[in-house]
Structure formats: C-alpha cells, structure tokens
C-alpha cells in the first residue's frame, strides 16, 4: 500500500507551492497507465491553455532473455517523474507537451551460465572460471520530452475528463554495465571480452535512447 500512496502523496505536495503561481487556479487529480507504467498525475492551470503537470509513475516486471546465446532472468523497474507544461494552442482538448522527466528506468539481470564452456564476446572461457554474470541497463536521469496529446484536466467543461499522450522520452544512449563472480573477473582478457559484450548489448537496445511514451489517463478537477 505504501508503495501505492506515497509517489501520490508526492504529487500532491509538490503540486502546493506551484498552485501559488497558477493563473487560474485550477488543480485536477488522475491516474494514468501506459508505456511509463502506471501512477498518478496532479494538473495545474497556469494561465488560459497553458497547464503544468507532474506525477510519479511505476511498474515491475520479472521475465528472462536471451542475449548473445546468454540467457538472463531480468527485473523490468520503470520509475519517473514527469515535469511538464501542456499548451493548447486552440484553447481546445488538443495539446502540445514539453518538459522532462526524471528518469529512473532501469533492468537487471542475471544469467548463471550451465555446461563446459561459455562464449564472452567471441572467446570461450569455462563456466566454473566465469561464474555468475550480473547486468544492467540504465539511462540518462533527467530525460527531455516532447509530444502531443489530447484532453484538458482543468478546462472549464465537466469536473471529470479523459485524456491520452503521445510523445517520446530523449533518454539517451543505454548505459550497461555487466560482471562476473568468478575467478576470471579479475584477467585482463576477460575484461576486454566483457567490454566486446557490452558493446553488443548496447548495439541490439541503441534505439531504447528514443523511448516512447504513450498513455492513457481520467482526472477529476476541483
């Protein structure tokens, strides 16, 4: 329950020295799922078709993959804050977004390597000398945003309202990192085997720097 409560507790804090600049005064609750997770999203009008919006988003996820004929188990940890200012430039539902968010996505993975040998970027070493290999992909922490959408939590319409994003998180090129427990940890060669590895990695998940972000959303405005 804390985990549910305390990022919308969050939210709404935040949302309180801001409603002292806002022009209209306006302030509308939601929730929202999508791409980013799921979580909850505080509005605020600012002046006429301009809003700011903030909230927290979140979702895990267990599952396993297969990477360079290396099998991981992996944890899917999606965690941010959105900091962003909607226009409507027709004073309708349609809008257009930019801002950041503060990005802390991130996977892990382990992989415990079975048989004789194991291929590290294109050199076999013995499993027993390897050991445990230990991933992990994360990304820039503040992460610029740029997209469109649909719905005015704060119009002057009715108090409960529907809305939907479209856009893409600029979250840089994937930083990976990936170790092992074994006693060839500490050999040079195997390190620039590890570095080739991670070099590969890096090239399958490059286009994970364009992150998109598409969203569905219900606010109620007070």
């Given amino acids: ?16 020295p801001a409603a002292a600049f806002a022009g209209t005064g306006d302030i509308a609750l939601g ?41 991981y188990d992996y944890k899917l ?10 226009l409507h430039p027709f004073g309708g539902g349609f809008r257009v977004t930019s801002g950041i968010f503060l990005n802390h996505n991130e996977v892990t993975g382990t992989a415990q390597p079975t048989g004789t040998t194991i291929d ?7 499993v027993a000398g390897v050991g445990t290999l230990d991933a992990k992909i994360d990304f820039r922490k503040t992460a610029p945003y740029l997209g469109i959408g649909w719905g005015n939590a704060v119009d002057g319409g009715s108090p409960l309202s529907l809305s939907l ?15 092992a427990t074994g006693a060839l940890a500490s050999n ?4 620039d085997s590890l570095d080739k590895e991670i070099a590969d990695f890096k090239d399958d998940i490059e ?13 109620y405005k007070f």
Avoid: H
Avoid at 77 to 86: A, F, G, N, Q, T
Avoid at 120 to 126: F, K, L
């Fill in 1 to 16: 329950m804390k985990q549910m409560f305390l990022p919308a507790l969050l939210a709404i804090g935040m949302s309180a």
């Fill in 31 to 71: 929730v929202k799922g999508g791409t980013a997770g799921i979580g909850g999203e505080v509005t605020i009008g600012l002046i006429d078709n301009l809003n700011f919006r903030t909230g927290y988003n979140f979702f895990d996820y267990d599952g396993n993959a297969t990477e360079s004929d290396i099998d």
């Fill in 77 to 86: 940890k999606l965690r941010s804050m959105p900091l962003l200012v909607d």
């Fill in 120 to 126: 590290i970027g294109g050199t076999d070493y013995p």
């Fill in 165 to 179: 994003d479209i856009g893409v998180m600029f979250q840089g090129t994937p930083k990976v990192s990936l170790d």
């Fill in 188 to 191: 040079p060669a195997f390190q």
């Fill in 207 to 219: 286009n994970l720097k364009y992150y998109p972000i598409i969203s569905l959303g219900i606010a």
